[in-house]
């Protein structure tokens, strides 16, 4: 065997840079290391900016031209930074003190900002950075790539409940024949599940921390102790756009991460059941799926087109939720002031969403494939005169007669029942005119209640 170490996508270990490495290119900018970097410097560049505005007798306000220097390096961070930070840290053996090295280094020809290079990082423990980052990438891969695919599912989810608000169908509860529906309004269930799922997403609040090793400031207040640190480090937060967690420990703990990351869990359970459902109607020849030349079904089997999509997405909605509950039953547990597994977990962000956005993706294209097979609906249901049993025997309850539920239970239980033993049964109750007519003029077909109506109103 002869495979390359270099990393390629036919090499990858993980599908996520492999198989399904395109799907996941937009998390590339916010999730992967260099994004981390990348974020990292952002937050280091904006907390010197802010202590040299603090009017600290040791570190002159910067001019504009240096400050414009500064926030190049966060404009133009690049791949080729990201390596350099990495061999840095090939020396330091850590991470957050490699990007230290690194920004000392950008603004080495600088002779005010030079002057300052000992206030890059200061009174800073590497987690103030680290968190705050980390509450910007998931804020920033929240608004700009999680949020809009997650709606763009709802809207296809809403197409259809509108488009098939009136096709009847058949429900099954069990298993069994049950009260009909109208395949619109099944996608209306589930497009209002993810609608308010997208909602919590988005309600969920960041939280960051840039208090030292401790969260009490420690570092800070020995040096200059007449400043108050709590309110300029929250200004620095929320020039960022983020909110301060007023009382930590070391790490910011996590909670709203764990918030987080379960209600994204929760969007992709919705999506799991739709993607089961979907799954048997196509088993049961509801929806037909749209053909591509050139694909094939089965190795053996030419007639088959799976339900592929669907399969894929459950698949990938395992994983994500494996990794987004490890994440959230993890992180907000630490030993004391802080241990390190909360570093290394952190790590897998990209995993966690990775998945997510491979589930999300197939189940839109399959979706997108699916043809109503409305024959095969219509057969269904109309072979099924039972479900009317149950609006009998309710009409039966409001005008006294005896043992309704017994009567019809005893006709139908267990056993089909034809349209005319049907209308024979309702022929021979003692019911005023207009009702038994409502009755015999119902179809399998015609009662699905507010089904239609509950479809175009969403």
């Known amino acids: ?90 020396v330091t053996n850590h991470d957050v003190k490699a990007v230290e090295y690194f920004l000392k280094e950008k603004i080495s020809d600088d002779k005010d900002l030079a002057d300052a290079a000992e206030f890059i990082h200061f009174a800073c423990t590497s987690e103030d950075i680290n968190n705050t980052s980390h509450a910007l990438m998931l804020s920033r891969v929240r608004e700009q790539v999680v949020l809009p695919r997650l709606q763009k599912l709802h809207d296809s989810l809403k197409n259809y409940a509108h488009q098939f608000a009136d096709q009847p169908l058949l429900s099954r509860t069990h298993g069994q024949p049950a009260s009909p529906s ?120 030419p007639h088959k087109v799976n339900p592929i999509d669907f399969e894929n997405s459950e698949g990938n909605i395992g994983l994500a939720n494996a990794v987004l509950k490890h994440l959230s039953e993890k992180l907000p547990v630490s030993r004391w002031q802080r241990d390190l597994t909360d570093s290394t977990v952190l790590r897998n962000l990209g995993v966690a969403l990775g998945y997510c956005l491979v589930a999300w993706d197939s189940c839109l294209k399959g979706l997108g494939k699916l043809e109503l097979n409305a024959a095969a609906i219509d057969a269904d249901i109309d072979a099924c005169w039972e479900v009317l049993a149950e609006p009998v025997q309710t009409v039966m309850r409001r005008y006294g007669l005896p043992q309704p539920y017994e009567q019809l239970k005893a006709l139908t239980r267990g056993r089909g029942i034809t349209e005319e033993a049907l209308r024979e049964f309702i022929a021979q ?27 175009k109103a969403y």
């Not at 019911?431 to 109506?453: F, H």
Request: include cysteine.
């Open 1 to 90: 065997m002869k495979i390359a170490n270099e990393l390629s996508t036919l090499n990858a270990v993980s599908p996520l840079d492999g198989r399904y490495a395109s799907r996941c290119d937009d998390l590339r900018a916010y999730l992967s290391e260099a994004g981390f970097m990348a974020h990292r410097v952002e937050v280091e560049v904006n907390w010197l900016i802010a202590l040299s505005e603090a009017g600290l007798p040791e570190l002159p306000k910067f001019s504009e031209a240096s400050k414009q220097t500064l926030l190049a390096i966060i404009s133009d961070f690049s791949e080729a930074d990201a390596q350099r930070i990495k061999e840095i840290e090939s």
């Open 182 to 301: 109208t395949m619109g309004k099944e996608f209306a269930n589930v497009a209002i599940r993810l609608n308010n799922a997208i909602a919590a997403i988005g309600k969920v609040v960041p939280l960051a921390k840039l208090n030292g090793a401790t969260g009490n400031y420690n570092a800070h207040q020995s040096a200059y102790p007449e400043i108050d640190w709590p309110t300029f480090s929250k200004n620095v937060l929320n020039g960022l756009g983020l909110k301060q967690n007023e009382y930590t420990i070391q790490i910011e703990p996590h909670d709203w991460m764990a918030e987080l990351f379960d209600a994204i869990a929760r969007a992709n359970t919705i999506l799991l059941d739709l993607n089961r459902d979907i799954w048997g109607y196509i088993a049961l020849g509801y929806f037909k799926q749209k053909l591509k030349e050139g694909e094939v079904g089965s190795s053996t089997m």
């Open 429 to 455: 109750l003692e019911l005023p005119a207009d009702a038994k007519n409502r009755l015999l003029e119902m179809t399998p077909r015609s009662y699905i209640g507010e089904a239609a109506v509950l479809a």
